[in-house]
């Protein structure tokens, strides 16, 4: 008795179906990821600019990469206060530098108070034309600031080419949405407070194009969006015994959160 010996063709057919199927499940699924990691991100930006006043502590971490390829962490810690449209103050203390930003809406100040002196311009305008003084004309890596733009979302996702909604985390005891996005020359994570109140509460860059693959974290606490009743928050008054230089990349060093000398890890 010969065994019928099953057609090539009736095998293979439904193999191919059901591949055919996991594949658009799976393009289904990371269609789905992108539409909630874009989602997250806009209700968070659309929440955080909505805010007229914000007031919060934080923790960055810096990372360097040696000549001899060993990873170097710097660590520092600040307060930030804005009162939109045009009024920002944020002090950041490290091993390396203990500099305060004040802005007015008239003047910018970059004080250094180790360094005892400041930079000081007339820029007259809101936070979001302050931030890009800062990073253009300045030459200051500020990362983290673009969490604080009117259009947040447009410029965090201009070079994004891929998102995905992780899942869930804890960051500092509160439940966060978990969304990774890839670039061409950066990746970065955010973490954003699950629930009605939709802040940034970390927030890590990775860049791709140098070796070792450095990054930058920040971590965002006690956030309190209550207006800020102190009148003279965002005034600079000069200490005693201290110089004033222009504005400008050459001055800027003394500001840095990295010892002199040392190449940063990532801007953005």
């Known amino acids: 008795?010969?065994?019928?010996?099953?057609?090539?063709?009736?095998?293979?057919?439904?193999?191919?179906?059901?591949?055919?199927?996991?594949?658009?499940?799976?393009?289904?699924?990371?269609?789905?990821?992108?539409?909630?990691?874009?989602?997250?991100?806009?209700?968070?930006?659309?929440?955080?600019?909505?805010?007229?006043?914000?007031?919060?502590?934080?923790?960055?971490?810096?990372?360097?990469?040696?000549?001899?390829?060993?990873?170097?962490?710097?660590?520092?810690?600040?307060?930030?206060?804005?009162?939109?449209?045009?009024?920002?103050?944020?002090?950041?203390?490290?091993?390396?530098?203990?500099?305060?930003l004040t802005f007015d809406g008239k003047t910018l100040t970059i004080y250094g108070n180790n360094a005892k002196s400041y930079v000081?311009?007339?820029?007259?305008?809101?936070?979001?034309?302050?931030i890009d003084v800062i990073q253009s004309a300045a030459g200051a890596g500020m990362p983290g600031t673009d969490l604080l733009l009117t259009n947040a979302y447009d410029e965090m996702m201009a070079d994004v080419l891929d998102a995905k909604h992780i899942g869930q985390g804890v960051v500092d005891g509160v439940e966060c949405e978990h969304l990774a996005f890839r670039g061409a020359e950066t990746d970065w994570q955010i973490w954003i407070e699950a629930g009605a109140r939709p802040i940034p509460r970390k927030y890590v860059i990775t860049s791709k194009v140098l070796t070792g693959a450095p990054q930058y974290t920040l971590r965002i606490k006690d956030w309190n969006t209550d207006a800020i009743a102190d009148a003279s928050a965002f005034v600079f008054k000069p200490p005693a015994d201290t110089t004033r230089a222009s504005l400008g990349p050459e001055n800027m060093k003394e500001f840095d959160e990295l010892p002199s000398g040392t190449a940063a890890g990532t801007k953005k």
């Open 120 to 130: 000081q311009a007339d820029e007259p305008g809101t936070v979001d034309h302050v």
């Open 1 to 100: 008795m010969n065994a019928r010996v099953p057609s090539p063709t009736l095998v293979r057919v439904p193999t191919i179906a059901a591949s055919a199927i996991v594949v658009a499940f799976s393009m289904a699924g990371i269609a789905r990821a992108e539409d909630d990691a874009a989602k997250i991100l806009k209700a968070s930006t659309d929440y955080v600019a909505a805010q007229k006043s914000i007031s919060a502590t934080f923790d960055s971490d810096i990372e360097v990469i040696t000549p001899d390829l060993q990873k170097i962490q710097f660590a520092s810690s600040g307060q930030i206060k804005l009162s939109r449209p045009d009024k920002l103050r944020i002090r950041r203390t490290g091993g390396y530098a203990d500099v305060e």
